[in-house]
């Protein structure tokens, strides 16, 4: 492979999708997320993720989300 100097790569932490950019302008750049997440003890994990896997990701966020709500709403008598 051709030496290829000043380029970003990145590599999805779930799906393992490797890509590679020139550019940060690059079409499809700006569709991998860098995410937090805090576990159950309160720790915090990285990662990143490819578009797909991010889209994924939401999903579960918002269903977590309406998760939560009906648990703290339950908690008013
Ligand atoms: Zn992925």
Do not use: P
């Amino acid at each position: 492979m051709a030496r290829k100097d000043n380029c970003t790569i990145m590599q999805c932490d779930r799906c393992q999708t490797l890509k590679y950019f020139e550019r940060q302008d690059d079409e499809g750049f700006k569709e991998w997320w860098s995410i937090a997440r805090f576990d159950s003890d309160g720790a915090q994990h990285d990662y990143l993720l490819c578009a797909d896997c991010h889209g994924q990701y939401v999903d579960r966020l918002k269903n977590a989300d309406t998760d939560f709500k009906t648990w703290m709403d339950g908690g008013r008598s």
